[in-house]
């Protein structure tokens, strides 16, 4: 008997999970995926948004405020790329002037610092490449931008380390309620459990009504993204979106922490709950907006595409909390954006929901810090010869576009829940990300990464099960 399963190691289960570690709790996380961090919560923009487009009463409203205002402490604490770079949302007619102002009310309503409306001159003097049809903007310097890998991993590791056990290629297919609390039906066996956070993405609609009349329906929502070489990461400071509409924040502009130039996203609700496939309907449809909002996008520099998909819950809010005939099942249900900006705020959220509930005595021995992987192409002279001396392997680049060594790629396979595959090499490094796209080091890190795992080469897979890179061996076959 477990007391707490989640089900899901994207941003949302990976922070419940964390904050439920601080207590006396057994915490399982189940994850069908080879690695965290493999659904939802790897394709997004990346956005630590400011607050001012919830509407104010909702739960989007406050995590999304409260999640804003941890993101930067949590970023010291975990170790993992964060900036506070702002935000701008364009208006582009005079007509628009009281969605805008509308806008700016809504934010103050929900608590957001520093928002002000900015006319056309002092918009060109914040961001030089906008569109000439803008006439007004709402500035909003409390938005931000994140790595949403580093985050999700970081949590993670960081609920590992503290005891929390998380059980991979763990697939939920079945709930039902006991006189106890939860038997968790798995393609591994059984759990029995006192609580279940039910942190599935698009799949939570799923096992909500597996255990309560009270049905919610979810809506997976697709986005496509253009991602451009560093080359052009400068051609905008802040993340510049449009003003929005019933189906989100529309396609945005922005920088990221890493140094590229994101683009994105559509938003096309589909039945599809794996569609993530890209479509040059799609992409266009990107590059079409996104030149409304940024003059002369360098579409010549784009290095790849990808698609992830939103939980819509049809109500228009998160779902969080018990239903009333499942107690002991915590919902986190419809958590599209600004989930990710939330992921911090509606971790404690939840754990107090499990507390109240559950009582548990708080851990006096809770680790509250993680240390990241080095990174030797951020590290100064002095930091790049401390590491070599301590490890000649990070002396050794495998991924040349990003600068990635042998030595990060090893911490990346040996931390807490270390990576595998070649995503989750990439996701912990950055090896593979670059302009290339993995063509130059991927077979160096599949050898590492056999190496290093006890594992035949033919093993290793670029994520999930039927992903493997190599099929044989050359001259297999061949009659001599």
Known sequence: MVDVVVIGAGVTGCAVARELARYEYKVTVLERASDVCEGTSKANSGIVHAGYDAHPGTLKAKL????????????????????????????????????LQKLYEQG????????????????????????????????????GIVCPFGLT??????????????????????????????RVITNDGTLESRMVVNAAGVYADRFHN???????????????YCLMDKKVGGLVSHTVFQLPTVYGKGVLVTPTVHGNLLIGP???????????????????????RAALSVQ????????????GLRAH????????????????????????????????????????????YYPAKKKTDFINTRKGIPNMALADGEERARLIAENPLYANVVCRCELVTEGEIMDAIHRPLGATTLDGVKRRTRAGMGRCQAGFCSPKTV?????????DMAEIRKNDPGSEFLTGYDKDGIEE
């Open 64 to 99: 999304n405020v409260e999640g804003n205002r941890m993101m930067e402490t949590l970023s010291k604490e975990l170790d993992f790329p964060f900036k506070r770079n702002g935000s701008l949302v364009l208006c582009f007619d005079e007509k628009d002037r009281p969605r």
């Open 108 to 143: 103050v309503e929900n608590g957001v610092k520093e928002l002000r409306i900015v006319e056309r001159e002092e918009l060109k003097l914040l961001e030089p490449n906008i569109s000439d049809d803008a006439v007004a903007a709402l500035y909003a310097p409390t938005g």
């Open 153 to 182: 991993i970081a949590l993670a590791e960081n609920a590992a380390v503290n005891g929390v056990d998380f059980r991979l290629n763990t697939e939920v297919l079945e709930i039902e309620k006991t006189e106890s609390g939860y």
């Open 210 to 224: 597996m255990v309560s009349g009270e049905k919610i329906h979810i809506i997976p929502r697709k986005g496509e």
């Open 266 to 288: 559509t938003a096309v609700d589909v039945e599809d709950h794996e569609a993530v496939n890209t479509t040059g309907e799609g992409l266009a449809d990107v590059l079409k």
């Open 296 to 307: 002369n996008l360098p579409t010549g520099q784009i290095i790849t595409s990808f698609a």
């Open 313 to 356: 819950e049809e109500k228009g809010d998160f779902v969080i909390g018990q239903p009333e005939d499942a107690p002991g099942f915590f919902d986190t249900a419809g958590i599209e954006s600004p989930g990710l900006t939330c992921a911090p705020a509606l971790g404690k959220y939840v754990a107090e929901q499990v507390l109240e």
């Open 447 to 455: 050898e590492i990464l056999a190496g290093e795992l006890g594992r």
